[in-house]
């Protein structure tokens, strides 16, 4: 999805835009540019493509400024092209980067052609420009600074008072080359805090080369930044004041001001936690490689804060609230979008055999338009690594006046929207995901769900003391475990060459590996393109038997739990067609390889944690197939790593 990131500095600020624009190459795009302000001259350069071209176009042409802007776009309103790509201008005057979607613009923009505005694309962010310039033009000329500063604010705040929609916003005026404008409503933006220098970035992962101290800027904020101080308004209202030489407490998360400096503290300073490393590659060939192996680590700092080493369930992670509302929970609705809606669908196995709890789950694109029945006691969990997705988010502010019990977010990033507006909240401490293709963040979706049906079994009285130990210890063990299931690495990359030449394969799981082989699934059509789908095996000689032949590869999930005899079955019908087998089977489940059937013994472990470890040797074979392909690994065609629009 589309990128922001901006600044204002007492030093050339393009390196900084450019590699800002770099580190959100991530999220997808098909566009860059940026735009400077320097004595008295609006200065833009775009590419389509890659960033690198923008790059390329910047050595043939150089910007300088101390003031900039700078965008990757992902297309809604209008193709990918030169003429759409982003920052915007206005009367050669005004330049605008913007993510969302203005959903009047078209009123708008007819206004404005009335007016005499020409437009130069078919986007809706142009209008914002225009519209900008058309308010700036109706203030009286400023006479000194307080009086310019005024008029950017008063023209900033009437256009975003005409603007219907989702809009993160970065705006610069030439005539104004020590002011910021930036605006939130409906699409993430965070102030970056340096000192003698501030910035704006959709993404904080943007900005993490000049500071690890952010602002995450609330729905309807507007703020206007020089170098040396930020306001933060909702409305008229200013609601922070800060300026950057105050001084950093050492070791606080949330900064305090220095004295004489407003401190309302109702917009912190927060301190990136993950540092700046997080977003490299180190020796790895790509991120998502690296995302895969880095899972011991972060299911143990994802269970850390949620279970002691003794096995006591740590519930006030939950926030304040939880106490009171856990014994009140009934039943229990998940809604999310891909991955981690597949993440949603393992935990309700899990949620029903151990608590006892009925649960529903659902993709939030459904979820939101529907006319849902709530029955009294439902607590409504949305999953999201991004706490940014358009549809989950719409679906936590519709579920938030529709009767539910309370509201709870299963998130990996802790400053996003959709941990901001839920009750209660449940980090995964998977560290920033770059790879489009989710690993690490669904596996410690996983980890804390499981670990949730623990809490709602305990809550219900459904789980003893030794019942509770057990489950508690398996997953303990999991991130030794994953160690081992890791060293499949190899065996899988040599299956990967054979396995690449194919156009179709079907994966196939019982019980909770069902959701499991979706997953495997949906992995592999992302980043290799093969069309791949999952059933439940029960389901084959309901139809997708018709498939089979010697040609399909059938992918199945095949641990040691209480359906292996019903799947092994399945298998045979698979066989018996010619159909060519590749199981990740439980060590001791007694299949042996023969022609036409590969197996991969994963160790035998509990049924509880068996999903999270079956789910990483799926991530493996669609890795090294999308390198055999030689696809683009961490940037899959056509998709987005944060879908923030509908
Ligand atoms: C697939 C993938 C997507 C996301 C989905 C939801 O690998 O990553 O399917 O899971 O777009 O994103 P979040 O979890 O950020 O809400």
């Known amino acids: 999805m589309c990128g922001i990131v901006g600044g204002i500095a007492q030093r050339d600020i393009t390196p900084i835009l450019l590699e800002g624009l770099k580190r959100l190459e991530y999220r997808g795009y098909d566009s860059a540019g940026m735009a400077v302000v320097r004595t008295g001259e609006l200065q833009r350069e775009r590419a389509l493509g890659k960033v690198a071209e923008l790059e390329a176009a910047l050595t043939r042409r150089r910007l300088n400024g101390r003031l900039g802007i700078a965008h990757t776009r992902w297309a809604t309103h209008g193709k990918p092209s030169l003429a759409n790509a982003h920052p915007h201008l206005s009367s050669a005057s005004v330049a605008v980067v913007h993510n969302g979607i203005i959903e009047n613009f078209e009123p708008l923009k007819a206004r404005l052609e009335g007016q005499g505005y020409r437009f130069h694309s078919d986007t809706d962010t142009e209008v914002i420009a225009h519209l900008f310039d058309s308010h700036y033009r109706e203030q009286h000329e400023p006479r000194h600074a307080q009086e310019a500063r005024d008029t950017l604010l008063a023209a900033f705040r009437a256009t975003l008072g005409e603007l219907h929609g989702a809009y993160a916003l970065g705006l610069i005026h030439r005539d104004h080359p020590e002011h910021l404008l930036c605006a939130r409503m409906g699409s993430p933006l965070v102030i970056g805090v340096g000192s003698g220098e501030h910035f704006i970035g959709s993404d904080p992962l943007a900005l993490l080369q000049v500071t690890d101290r952010f602002i995450y800027l609330e729905e309807g904020d507007h703020a206007l930044m020089t170098s040396h101080d930020i306001v933060i308004f909702d409305g008229e209202q200013v609601v922070e ?58 299911l143990r700092d994802t269970l850390a804060d949620k279970l002691t080493p003794e096995g006591t369930l740590l519930t006030a992670v ?72 358009a549809d989950t988010l719409a679906a936590l502010r519709f ?54 049906a623990l ?38 990359a040599e299956l990967a060459n054979g396995f690449a030449e194919k156009r179709h394969t079907l994966f196939l799981g ?30 084959l000689k309901h139809g997708p038997l018709a498939l089979v032949d010697d040609a399909m590869p059938v992918v199945t999930v095949a641990p040691s739990d209480t359906l292996l005899e019903k799947l092994k079955s399945n298998l045979q019908e698979v066989r018996a067609r010619g159909g060519r087998l590749i199981n990740f089977v439980c060590e001791r489940a007694g299949l042996v390889d023969e022609e036409g059937v590969r197996n991969f013994p994963l160790p035998k472990v509990p049924e509880l944690t068996a999903p999270i470890l079956y789910s990483v040797p799926l991530q493996l074979l669609s890795y090294h197939v999308a390198l055999v392909k030689g696809t683009d690994v961490d940037k899959p065609r056509n998709l987005a790593k944060s879908v923030t629009v509908e």
Not at 254 to 276: C, F, K, M, V
Not at 338 to 343: D, E, F, L, R, V
Not at 465 to 492: F, G, H, T
Not at 513 to 538: D, F, R
Request: glycine share 8%; aromatic share 6%.
């Open 241 to 298: 004041e800060i300026s950057s030489d105050m001084p950093q407490s050492p070791d606080a998360g949330t900064e305090q001001l220095g004295a004489g400096r407003r401190a309302l503290g109702a917009r912190p300073i927060i301190r990136y936690e993950h540092g700046s490393q997080a977003a490299n590659k180190g020796d790895y060939r790509h991120f998502m490689l690296k995302e895969i192996h880095e899972q011991p680590e972060v």
């Open 455 to 492: 809490v709602l079994g305990r809550q219900q009285g459904r789980l003893d003391d030794a019942d509770l130990a057990e489950q508690v210890a398996a997953l303990q063990a999991l991130p030794e475990q994953l160690r081992q299931v890791l060293e499949l690495e190899p065996a899988i």
């Open 510 to 539: 019982r019980g909770a590996h069902y959701p499991v082989a979706m997953e495997g699934a949906l992995k592999l059509k992302e980043i290799s393109y093969i069309h791949a789908e999952a059933y439940a095996a029960g389901e």
């Open 399 to 452: 579920a938030k006046s529709a009767g539910y019990l309370a509201t709870l977010a299963i998130c990996n990033v802790p400053g996003s929207s959709l941990v901001r507006e839920s009750q209660l909240r449940l980090m995964t401490h998977a560290g920033p995901e770059i790879g489009v293709a989710s690993t690490k963040a669904f596996t410690t979706q996983l980890a804390v769900l499981a670990w949730l």
């Open 318 to 389: 939950l926030g304040p609230e939880a106490a009171e509302l856990l014994p009140q929970v009934r039943q229990v609705q998940l809604v999310a979008c891909g991955t981690s809606y597949h993440a949603g669908l393992v935990a309700r196995y899990w949620l029903e055999a151990l608590a006892g709890v009925p649960c529903s789950v659902e993709v939030a694109s459904e979820f939101r338009y529907r006319h849902v029945a709530v029955q009294p006691g439902t607590l409504f969990v949305t999953l999201s690594q991004s706490g940014e997705t």
